[in-house]
């Protein structure tokens, strides 16, 4: 085996870890193609509406499928898929870590027009 034979084997099997710890299952990251009538909105203003923090939206968006991520790397969150999600999830109304700090799901309404 010459070394480039064994460099792409090397990077074959780290690929192959990188999707099994990420649970993906084999499938390589894409960038999502965004629903044309959502509206979308940075992940600071995410942040802001489900009081969590930067690190929780990305993950959210990745698990959850609520944003997608732009060719520059950064991400978008569906305002509307996230209203929807916060309302859904026990632990967004109990706080980021179930500590009880949570807010109400009518606040999320409140925040519908942003």
Not at 35 to 45: P, Y
Not at 52 to 74: D, E, K, N
Request: charge should be neutral.
């Amino acid at each position: 085996m010459t070394p480039a034979d064994r460099l792409r084997q090397q990077a074959a099997d780290l690929l192959a870890l990188a999707d099994e710890l990420d649970g993906a299952q084999g499938a390589r990251p894409s960038i999502d193609v965004p629903d044309q009538d959502e509206q979308w909105i940075d992940t600071g203003r995410a942040m802001k509406i489900a009081r969590v923090s930067h690190s929780t939206v990305i993950r959210w968006c990745r698990r959850y499928r609520i944003g997608h991520r732009l060719p520059s790397g950064q991400w978008r969150v569906g305002r509307r898929a996230l209203l929807t999600f916060l309302a859904g999830r026990e632990d967004a109304r109990n706080g980021e870590n179930g500590d009880g700090e949570g807010i109400p799901v009518t606040t999320f309404v409140a925040h519908d027009r942003l």
